[in-house]
């Protein structure tokens, strides 16, 4: 198994498309205070800077210069699909995982498994990679199944390659932090700490019924095959989820909208960071209300387009909860999202959960193309093209005035302008395409 995962994707893509950021540091996520980030470039993590933090944390980690955009979902799904059609080269069984990271059989793809011709195939794949996507790098791991594959992709990074030879998974394994396995987040690994267990060794000696006892049968059941690096698991291609969701069920029933309404927006928060990690966006949201006496309703809303952001999943949940009578109090919230795909319509990081005052009262109404060019909205990174200047990014926005820098792929760093925010030259533009001179 070859399990590849792309280095800092966002942060790189960006990097490989404003030529001034290279070797700076670089923050993808919502831009605004309530924003998260989604990935930050190497340099900006040596500030400390990372995944899941918030965008006012990093702010406050990260030096003046540091670049904080929003995302470009077009510009990574090209660059995915490039790099997963590499990998398909090697085998007809690839299964991408997210748009970042896939496993590939390549017992199946009819390759010599000795670790010579294995590392062979590996830096060969890497540096195929990094020409064809226009400079992104990969970690690859490779072993004889998926969890050891993964473990060895992660611990080289950036830029690595780890091969583990079959028979040498437990030399690997154990000496590692019980946390490197997959499934064991903060909870699990506190609660293992507390009995001793802190590296994948001391799990291997704890018996299944102990490690039953500490976690629960299905959890404890997958930790004790882990610790042995049993895992058995095939790639499966072309995997496509057909919804994603997020649930909660209180131990006291809710009554208070505000309160429903704040769970609505953190449920709303983890539907959408599946969605953008797995490069997929939706145009159904529905919303799951179990009632005090355990009866269990769902409502719908299609939207026109599809959407992968906070703000529109929580808004649409909000409105099918004014919908349904809630006396009595709610024991169940779930928030979904269906009708998925490979595109989205608007930013791929929302800022802000909270709802919008005057959103439309008919939220499938589509604005009048007039309306929407009379207030433009910029976003930073964004891509844009001006009538004499050509092709640039949003470098920053405010007070009805846009800068842009003027720069691409195949550029030097450009020269930065400022103007109006409506001035009629300037358009929102496809992304660059790194593989060209346009």
């Known amino acids: 198994m070859l399990h590849l995962d792309l280095d800092a994707f966002f942060a790189a893509v960006e990097q490989r498309d404003k030529p001034s950021l290279r070797g700076k540091p670089v923050v993808v996520g919502g831009t605004g205070g309530r924003g998260v980030v989604a990935t930050a470039s190497y340099e900006a993590r040596a500030y400390g800077a990372r995944s899941a933090m918030s965008s006012g944390e990093a702010r406050r980690r990260c030096p003046p210069g540091t670049a904080f955009l929003g ?20 085998s007809p069984l690839v299964e991408q995982v997210s748009v970042d990271e896939a496993y590939v059989d390549l017992a199946a793809g009819g390759h010599a498994l000795d670790v010579e011709s294995l590392t062979a195939l590996a830096h060969d794949l ?15 791991g490779i072993a004889s199944s998926k969890t050891l594959a993964k473990i060895g ?16 998974e437990l030399d690997v394994l154990h000496p590692l932090p019980v946390r490197s396995l997959p499934g064991v987040g903060p909870a699990t690994g506190d609660r293992l700490s507390s009995v001793g267990v802190r590296t994948v060794a001391d799990l291997h000696e704890r018996s299944l019924t102990d490690l039953v006892t500490l976690v629960g049968q299905a959890h404890g059941s997958g930790l004790y095959r882990l610790a042995r690096a049993d895992d058995d698991r095939p790639v499966v291609p072309d995997r496509e989820a057909k919804s994603v969701s997020a649930e909660r069920t209180y131990a006291t029933d809710l009554t208070d909208l505000a309160t429903l309404e704040h769970e609505i927006g953190s449920l709303a928060q983890r539907v959408v960071t599946r969605l953008q990690k797995d490069g997929t966006a939706g145009r159904t949201v529905t919303l799951k209300f179990r009632r005090y006496d ?9 939207l026109t387009q599809p959407f992968d952001d906070v703000r529109t999943v929580a808004d649409v949940a909000r409105r099918l909860l004014a919908g349904i009578d809630r006396t009595g109090g709610v024991r169940l919230l779930g928030v979904g999202v269906s009708g998925l795909a490979t595109y989205v319509q608007g930013d791929l990081f929302a800022e802000d959960p909270e709802p919008v005052a005057d959103l439309e009262e008919d939220i499938d109404a ?4 007039e309306a929407v060019r009379a207030v433009p909205v910029w976003h930073p990174g964004q891509d ?5 200047m050509g092709r640039g990014w949003v470098w920053g926005s405010g007070l009805n005035r846009v800068t842009v820098r003027f720069e691409g792929p195949r550029t030097a760093p450009g020269p930065v302008r400022t103007y109006a925010g409506d001035d009629p030259d300037l358009s ?7 593989r060209s001179d346009g």
């Open 294 to 302: 355990f009866t269990t309703l769902t409502r719908s809303q299609t």
């Open 71 to 90: 995302g470009r979902f077009a510009a990574y799904s090209l660059t995915s699909r490039v790099v997963m059609d590499l990998l398909r080269e090697l």
């Open 366 to 369: 589509v604005p009048e193309p």
């Open 428 to 434: 929102p533009a496809d992304p660059p395409d790194w």
């Open 153 to 168: 992709s992660e611990l080289d990074k950036p830029d690595g390659l780890l091969v583990i030879p079959a028979g040498s």
């Open 126 to 140: 890497k540096e195929r990679l990094h020409t064809a996507t226009g400079g992104v790098r990969g970690s690859v």
């Open 384 to 388: 844009v093209e001006h009538a004499e």
